[in-house]
Each structure stands twice: as structure tokens, then as C-alpha cells.
């Protein structure tokens, strides 16, 4: 399952208030790295070297929040996520998701709460309870890409969970 990319609701488009954000959704990755990206990218761009995987990690945490990532489809799994009684993390978890799903702008982010495992080119390994968008309006996400957010870490060696963040 990747993340798959819908057109925007054009009343959105017609919102005057909503302006902003649709056009920053709407917008190319030159223009998104020329305005939005860090000093890093832009200069390394702009001098020839490869950029489009710093700019899908700039770009999904701008448009969804600092823990969203978008990799290939390969690197993700995702299943079911329990819930377990007198849990802070997976409490606070629980709240941060509804919270984010609830608050949503675009009504083409279809988000679901999931247990994500992640493993990175570098080998490095993460898992825990978070979001999988299922479908997005944002279409700077490459077919066979999944964006997804961790929200609370488990670290499988020593059985805990780490502290909830807030995806915004």
C-alpha cells in the first residue's frame, strides 16, 4: 500500500481564507525549496547534487508536521495498533492522532491509526504507534512512496515505549 494522490476539493481551492495553504500545497518543489527549504538544501541543489530525498523529508514535515516522513513503500510495514490500559504513551498517542485526524484542512488526507515499522537505508530501525495516510491531496508524494508519522516509539530491546509527540 502506498500513499495514493487526489485532487483537491475545489471548494478549498475557491476559499479565500484558505488561499495559503492550498497554494503551498499546489506548489512545484523548485518554488518549495527556493522559499521553504533549509539553507542546506537549497545551496546543495542549486550547486548540483542529488536533493529529491532531503526534499521529500523537508517537505512532508512542512505540509503535515515535524514527524511525518515519506519514504519508499518498501521500507515501511504497517498493522493493526492495540491499545493497552494505563499506558501514558499509547494514551496520549490515542489523543494526538484524533486530534490531528479531526483538525485536518484538507479532507483528502485520509489518515489511519496504525503500528509502524520502519527500516531506513542506513539500516537503523524504528517502530511504534502512528499515522499511515492512506490518500493525500499533496501531490509531491512519488508513486510508491507511504507517508506516515510515529507518534509513540517502542524500543523492542527493552520492551518500553517511548514519550508521545505531537505530530504538528
Known amino acids: 500500500m502506498e500513499t495514493k494522490v487526489a485532487p483537491i476539493d475545489p471548494v478549498l481551492v475557491a476559499s479565500v481564507p484558505l488561499a495559503r495553504l ?11 525549496v527556493d522559499r521553504h527549504a533549509s539553507g542546506t ?52 498517542a490515542g489523543w494526538h492522532i484524533e486530534r490531528y485526524i479531526e483538525m485536518r484542512v484538507f479532507p483528502e488526507d485520509e489518515l489511519e491509526a ?9 539500516g537503523a530501525m524504528r517502530e511504534g504507534v502512528g499515522m499511515v495516510m492512506r490518500q493525500t491531496s499533496a501531490s ?16 523492542p530491546k527493552t520492551k518500553q515505549w517511548g514519550d508521545a509527540v505531537n505530530p504538528r
Open 22 to 32: 492550498v497554494a503551498l500545497r499546489q506548489m512545484d518543489a523548485d518554488t518549495f
Open 41 to 92: 538544501l537549497r545551496k546543495n541543489k542549486r550547486i548540483g547534487m542529488v536533493w529529491r530525498e532531503q526534499y521529500l523529508h523537508e517537505r512532508a514535515a512542512y505540509e503535515f508536521g515535524w514527524c511525518f516522513e515519506c519514504l519508499p513503500r518498501s521500507r515501511v510495514t504497517f498493522g493493526d495498533a492495540y491499545t493497552e490500559g494505563d499506558v501514558k504513551p499509547l494514551t496520549e
Open 114 to 122: 496504525k503500528y509502524i515499522n520502519v527500516e531506513y537505508k542506513d
Open 140 to 155: 509531491f508524494v512519488p508513486a510508491g512512496h507511504l507517508v506516515f508519522a510515529i507518534v509513540a516509539e517502542f524500543d
